[in-house]
Each structure stands twice: as C-alpha cells, then as structure tokens.
C-alpha cells in the first residue's frame, strides 16, 4: 500500500483554510484510516487531512487511548485556565514551539460512522485538538509562536529539511 507523505511547511496547502465534509462515504473513511496508518508511522498524536494535501475537515488523534476520527470538528468551549507546552509539528521535523493555549476545551464533530459525538477534553488530548483544529484553517504552530520564537523555528527547520535531504541522497546512493 502507497501513502503520501507528509507535506512539510512551505506547502500552500497548509495555509488553506479546509472544506467541511458534505457527505461521510468509503472514500473519507479510507482517508482517515490511510491518515491514521500515516500519523502512527510518523509517531505522531495527532494529523489533519490538509497535511497530506487534502483540504478537508478531517482530523485523526491517538494520545495513546486508541483512535479519534473527527470530521468537521468544532471547539464549542475554551476553558479561561491557559498552560504552557513545547508543541511539536509533524509538518514541523524536529520543531517544538512553546506554545500557550486554554487547558480544557469541548469539542463537537462527527465520527467515521456520521454520528454526532461531544467530547470534553484537557491535557494532551485537549492540546491536540487544538492543534489540529487550527491545521483545518490554516493556522500553524509558528503563526501562534513570537517573532523570536518563529524565526528560531524557521532556522532549526531549514537544518532539519537539509539534514533529511541529505539522508535521502546517501540512501539512494
Ligand atoms: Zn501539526
């Protein structure tokens, strides 16, 4: 089975706010199965579709509880209690941005099957929801970072993607 890479920062499509989901048929559901199959290999809590060029509202979490498919998800409650936490990126190699964000949020979507689903989160759970919500509009972790923090981020990014290119070369080699 062939599945699409990981599409790095610089893609325009990360930049695009997604398109809602109209109608959850074999096609999504293969999607977030091939995303999930994808995030695991990557050793990753979370991805959204647009990360491997699909400009859907779809999202695929694991923080070690098993899966969550969430189609058109949408946070519904911000907690006021905000925490701090060194975020990584599978569409940022090697990065982590310490980002702030509200501790506990609600969530509303519809899960593989098209049935509506609530969910109350905190801790990582919550701060992955987050982070892939944002992914469906467009927003990146260095878009919620500081100036220093973004340019930082760039930097350690561009040595990262230099690095894998590298490793590639000498494999083909
Ligand atoms: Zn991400």
Same mark, same amino acid.
């Given at each position: 089975?062939?599945? %699409?890479?990981?599409?790095?920062?610089?893609? /325009?499509?990360?930049?695009? $706010?997604?398109? *809602?989901? @109209?109608?959850?048929?074999?096609?999504i %559901?293969?999607?977030?199965?091939?995303?999930? +199959?994808?995030?695991?290999?990557?050793?990753g809590?979370?991805?959204?579709?647009? @990360?491997?060029?699909?400009?859907l509202?779809l999202?695929?979490?694991?923080?070690? !509880?098993? /899966?969550?498919?969430?189609?058109?998800?949408?946070?519904?409650?911000?907690?006021?209690? !905000?925490?701090?936490?060194?975020e990584?990126?599978?569409?940022?190699?090697?990065?982590?941005?310490?980002?702030?964000?509200?501790? $506990?949020?609600?969530v509303?979507?519809?899960? +593989?099957?098209?049935?509506?689903?609530?969910?109350?989160?905190?801790?990582?759970?919550? %701060?992955?929801?987050?982070?892939?919500v944002?992914?469906?509009?467009?927003?990146?972790?260095?878009?919620?970072?500081?100036?220093? @923090? %973004?340019?930082?981020?760039i930097?350690?990014?561009?040595?990262?993607? @230099?690095?894998? *290119?590298?490793?590639?070369?000498?494999?083909?080699e």
């Open positions: 089975m062939k599945y %699409r890479d990981i599409l790095i920062f610089g893609e /325009p499509v990360l930049k695009e $706010k997604s398109k *809602e989901v @109209q109608n959850i048929d074999s096609n %559901r293969k999607t977030l199965k091939n995303m999930y +199959e994808i995030m695991k290999r990557a050793d809590v979370g991805l959204a579709a647009p @990360q491997i060029g699909i400009p509202r999202v695929v979490i694991d923080v070690g !509880e098993g /899966p969550i498919f969430m189609v058109n998800p949408e946070i519904t409650w911000y907690s006021k209690e !905000e925490v701090d936490f060194e990584g990126c599978l569409s940022f190699p090697g990065v982590a941005i310490n980002i702030t964000r509200p501790e $506990k949020v609600k509303a979507f519809l899960d +593989e099957k098209g049935r509506k689903n609530f969910l109350e989160a905190d801790g990582l759970l919550a %701060r992955a929801i987050q982070h892939e944002d992914h469906l509009d467009g927003v990146l972790i260095i878009d919620r970072a500081t100036k220093t @923090q %973004r340019m930082e981020a930097q350690k990014l561009q040595e990262n993607i @230099q690095q894998i *290119e590298e490793t590639k070369t000498l494999t083909k």
